[in-house]
């Protein structure tokens, strides 16, 4: 795919083996890989070292913001791409992109996410705007110092690319339901720095508000079985939160 602007494409990584031959190839109009590992236990390093393009740092995990804006340091082009493993990144959407920044009227693009969970795909339980920008100007942007759900903060005009990008972030329930326990533990020390005390009402309210919330408002109910699990297990996730919350100022593990 010829373009004029060089990209810079940038992922961060643990135990993503399985992805990484149909991520790199996606990735085929950028001009540099970025793969900064959290010392994966699988085979990730390996495959991403095969390829002359992608180059490989190993960084010690300590939240997201900093391990993303540890990526874009090492990129050495203005424009970069910023994607996830589990996503994937359609010849339509590099076509896209590419042609975006050959004459570009902003400093960061939105893509719109498709969810898809157990093989189906969610066209609800809150995830219909699922927008996250994927492609964006490094002088102008950086995440922010959440420790989970970071956000890309963009210091100037945004716009938005038509092509979706498919997230294909289910491998296995267990693996899914590890993924939340990990973002509620992160959540957890975010809310303990702040010196949020859990209540009776964490407990309780919000885990129920969040299952009917996912469930019924924002019609998790219209995607069936699966939107019944997602609910279930994000209502879950935020009861693991503040019983991470109450072991932190318990001191116990």
């Known amino acids: 795919m010829e373009h004029t602007v060089k990209i810079s494409a940038l992922a961060i990584t643990l135990n993503e083996a399985n992805n990484m031959d149909t991520f790199v190839q996606g990735l085929s109009f950028a001009d540099e890989i970025i793969i900064v590992d959290s010392f994966s236990s699988d085979e990730t390093v390996a495959k991403a070292k ?3 393009n992608v180059t490989v740092y190993e960084r010690e995990f300590d939240n997201f913001s900093a391990q993303k804006n540890f990526a874009i340091s090492k990129a050495k082009n203005d424009w970069v791409v910023f994607f996830d493993l589990d996503e994937e990144v359609t010849p339509q959407l590099a076509e896209e992109i590419t042609n975006s920044l050959k004459d570009p009227s902003a400093i960061a693009y939105f893509v719109k996410r498709d969810f898809y969970f157990m093989g189906k795909k969610i066209k609800y339980s809150g995830l219909q705007n699922d927008w996250v920008i994927r492609v964006f100007n490094k ?9 989970v759900h970071e956000t890309l903060e963009a210091n100037g005009p945004t716009a938005k690319l038509k092509a979706t990008l498919p997230h294909h972030t289910y491998k296995s329930f267990d693996d899914y339901t590890a993924k939340m326990h990990r973002y ?30 996912q469930f019924l408002i924002r019609l998790g109910i219209l995607d069936g079985k699966e939107g019944f699990i997602l609910a279930y297990v994000s209502a879950f996730s935020v009861f693991k939160r503040y019983v991470n919350l109450w072991l932190l100022y318990r001191k116990i593990d």
């Open 139 to 147: 002088g102008h942007c950086q995440y922010n110092k959440n420790l």
């Open 184 to 213: 509620s533990a992160l959540q957890a020390k975010m809310l303990y720095k702040k010196k949020k005390k859990p209540t009776l009402y964490h407990f309780l309210f919000r885990p129920l508000y969040r299952f009917w919330h």
């Open 50 to 52: 095969q390829y002359s």
